[in-house]
């Protein structure tokens, strides 16, 4: 493509700190190629001014673009939950963001709360795919007698076999892709077991088209502890929308913190754009400080440019953000948005 | 109490290994007090004779005893659910263990995954009080044209007032009890919005009863962070049954390994016996090598021994099995059954 139509959601807190560098980073990686954005003013902000958190014209527009990109949302000032599901899981679900793509690469430069024992093993380096749009997400369930004794919540997840099925086959597709060519569904189907089946079941079947690909299982709460204790057996981990969820923030812990972890919100058969954002929230401690590190929306645009068919340029923020980590002193202060984003757009030539 | 009553389910695996090394342990430290078990053949083996997980025969037997010891069912010969659902689970909801305690210290002797960044801050020794009667795992949801492109599958969980509010108490209660008097809710409150919010409220309602106790709120995604880059943060975390699955996992691998993780399915009320059973399984691969390490059954012995009233010889094992386990080398190949066992006895003086 020589042209680029972005929806941008800087969001709140550090959401347009970090969206405005990473602008500027997709701007110089994508030499020759026309990049138009279009803000969207969504988030705590809006939501405090108008009660509004997404309405059907922000949708429309939204969906008139090649992608998304998003920073973040969200202030102490608005109720759990409004935000959340009205907003975010709204944009996932509305936009069928059935993969949750979430890479988890220990980088040279990064710190790892994990011991030398354990990362002396080899490389950290694998992909999780989310289920993004099923699952306990759904937001079914409801509450009876609120505020009394008697008062009984459920929360339902709601799995089906098409859903399960689209999300297994492309985290089989990208496991075969990749050198390892190794698969591990985690879930819990010895206790959820209308879900967990579904999921089981799922896999066997799908596994029938990549005979080259390798299938493992684990628990959720066994796959916690092998990310602790050996995550360099993950190469392409598949599971639920909730599972997804703790997994991928424990995975960025180990590979370095939520600061340099990116997402995509990927609807793969491209019915409407899809979404990019850090995996961290909006911080509002620390915002219009200077000091967010952006790292993880650089390493959103380069999913968002792989998934745009700007390839090469992808390559380009990906290996400039990659040389500009490694540079950096571990022991040194950890150097401010400003500082990042130079070292990146100065190893683009920009 | 000079006698003690326990029903004892050795189980399947290393089970039977660690369970009879537990039950020396025990007398040991119970001088005195007239032991007497009931083994109860119960788990996989049991299950492949008689195609029978618990019947109520098992139940009411297990009933009239003071305490359950129980060491590990399963193998991998067992469709995945058939144990758990209907013996594991069975046995925390008919004896309405509601207080599944996982305690999470990080013992000299043992081997964390962290790096010593993490671990130089300061001790880690936190409990997690997870809800164990409700929640994911009831049991709720079903599923509908399995094994069709139309599959729809669900799992309910069910969250009541009553449920929420004992457990917290419970959590309160122990948090009040330790010097730092801190309780961490864990919960996804900003998704799971019904359960979410009954959980929180209930919080704040039972905190007005423990007014020394600092209340703190984590979103579970983001406390399997700090449990990897800040584990000396959680003093006592009360929790949903699955969030509490996951987490205690993770916190078992945090501090040594779920070789040295012990649990109580309590129920505080006493209206039947409470259970004592390592965090681990099995381990059939391992089984009858004599090399299982049978220090988280040690533990939940102590565990045990508090629950019926012998505060003293709880605390004689749980002196002796810290001492021991100080005294592993760790660069030494690890010590089987028999030794560990061996090193445990001689600190009890028999
Ligand atoms: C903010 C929240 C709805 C979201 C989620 O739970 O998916 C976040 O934690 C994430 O991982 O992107
Ligand atoms: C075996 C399984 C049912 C059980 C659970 O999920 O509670 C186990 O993982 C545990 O933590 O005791």
Redesign the pocket.
């Known amino acids: 493509p020589t042209s680029l139509d972005l929806a941008v959601v800087a969001g709140d807190g550090i959401g347009p700190e970090v969206v405005g560098a990473a602008l500027e980073v997709l701007r110089a990686a994508a030499e020759g190629v026309e990049v138009r954005t279009t803000d969207h003013d969504l988030g705590a902000a809006r939501w405090h001014r108008t009660g509004e958190t997404l309405t059907d014209e922000d949708l429309a527009s939204i969906r008139r673009h090649d992608a998304v990109l998003l920073g973040a949302v969200g202030d102490p000032g608005v109720p759990s939950g409004v935000l959340e599901r009205g907003l975010l899981l709204r944009l996932r679900f509305e936009l069928d963001h059935y993969v949750n793509l979430r890479p988890s690469v220990l980088l040279p430069g990064a710190t790892s709360p994990l011991s030398p024992a354990v990362l002396d093993r080899g490389p950290v380096d694998f992909v999780v795919v989310r289920e993004g749009t099923e699952g306990p997400y759904v937001g079914n369930g409801g509450a009876l007698r609120v505020g009394t004794p008697h008062e009984i919540a459920t929360e339902v997840s709601v799995n089906t076999a098409f859903g399960v099925e689209r999300v297994v086959r492309d985290a089989f597709a990208r496991a075969a892709a990749r050198p390892r060519q190794k698969l591990t569904l985690v879930h819990?189907h010895?206790?959820l077991v209308h879900a967990g089946h579904l999921w089981r079941r799922t896999v066997e079947a799908v596994q029938q088209e990549f005979p080259d690909v390798t299938v493992d299982y684990l628990?959720v709460?066994a796959a916690t502890i092998f990310l602790v204790t050996d995550p360099q057996r993950f190469d392409v981990v598949v599971t639920d929308n909730l599972f997804g969820d703790i997994l991928t923030d424990l995975a960025a812990a180990v590979t370095g913190g939520i600061g340099l972890a990116a997402s995509g919100n990927v609807n793969p058969d491209r019915t409407a754009p899809s979404m990019f954002e850090p995996v961290h929230g909006s911080a509002p401690d620390i915002a219009g400080q200077g000091v967010a590190d952006p790292t993880a929306t650089f390493l959103s645009v380069a999913l968002l440019l792989e998934h745009v068919g700007l390839g090469e340029a992808a390559g380009r923020v990906q290996t400039a953000v990659v040389g500009a980590l490694a540079d950096r002193d571990p022991a040194a202060a950890r150097p401010g948005t400003r500082a990042v984003t130079d070292a990146v757009l100065a190893r683009l030539g920009a």
């Open positions: 819990k010895n206790v628990h709460d």
